[in-house]
């Protein structure tokens, strides 16, 4: 099996927020966990994933709009994102500035 096999299994969030981001979570099979390669984690062999670029975690099946950022690892399956509150009405759905100043 791959870790796309897996990708009808990944739970996601809720969006919820503060005054300057929206959070979600992801919750990822923890069969997946084995599947990654090992430079996916932290270095100390902890079993913890490092902050993975955003092609690295759409390789895994994770799907979402643009602007969403890995900021953090909950536990070794639960992913925390964040992207800047208001992303889509700032920059659209093709990730692009919607109102730019002209000279």
Do not use: N
């Amino acid at each position: 099996m791959s870790v796309l096999d897996y990708a009808d299994r990944i739970i996601y969030s809720d969006r919820y927020s503060d005054d300057f981001f929206e959070y979600r979570h992801v919750i990822l099979p923890k069969q997946v966990l084995r599947l990654l390669p090992r430079q996916y984690f932290e270095a100390d062999d902890s079993g913890v994933l490092r902050i993975l670029t955003e092609a690295e975690w759409r390789g895994m099946g994770i799907t979402q709009s643009l602007g969403w950022e890995m900021y953090a690892t909950h536990e070794p399956h639960i992913l925390l994102f964040r992207r800047e509150k208001d992303y889509q009405g700032k920059y659209g759905i093709e990730g692009k500035p919607l109102h730019t100043r002209k000279k």
